[in-house]
């Protein structure tokens, strides 16, 4: 099954389980009343602003529609949105040098500089940026997976846990690294979620720039 019909498919059991009809949320969406049909059969692609919307009605998150995640398989494990979400804040998105020196030469005030930004539902603080993942060190075969080109929202004043998704700059390299943070007994590690990647011990030579608190992806 190709992207376009698993996205279709994922549509039309949340829809079900509403209990509304494809005319239905058609017109709620105010769209035309072929065009439930058609993203269904996976004839047309769902972007990210046509989930926003089918999400509002269907009182789920848009990335339930998007995506094929491990931890939703089931309907039964899928809760509802008690209060629609709205828009909060947009943030800046940086390339990984950008982010590496975060806090040397891109305080907010160099932001109006950077001309690609995108909003985010998650509640923040006023320092954020979005970084675009490359490569698969952080693609996994199970659970929660970042593939190449996802977008991942950075909360510069979140407080890194273990277990927190984490960007980091290691001193000697230019370049901000986004990974898993494993604290185990007293020491501390920068674990890929692709077990094919090795775990790297950090010690002095690391630098904790934000928490990862949100993440997107256009599919299409």
Known sequence: ????????????????????SQKDLADMCGWGPSRISNYESGIRSINLDDADILAKYLDIKPYQILFDDSDLTGLSNVCSVKSQPCYQKKFPVLSSVQAGYWTEAYEPNSKED???????TEKTSSNCFWL???GDSMTSSIGVSFPEGTLVLVDTEKEAKNGSLVVAKLIDVNEATFKKLVI??????????NPQYPTLP?????????VVIDAKLKLF
């Open 1 to 20: 099954m190709d992207k376009k019909a698993e996205v279709g498919l994922r549509l039309k059991q949340f829809r079900k389980k509403q209990g509304i």
């Open 114 to 120: 950077i001309s690609e930004w995108y909003a985010t």
């Open 132 to 134: 675009r993942v490359y």
């Open 184 to 193: 185990d007994t007293g020491h501390n590690y920068l674990k890929p979620l």
């Open 202 to 210: 950090i010690f002095d030579n690391c630098r904790v720039i934000g």
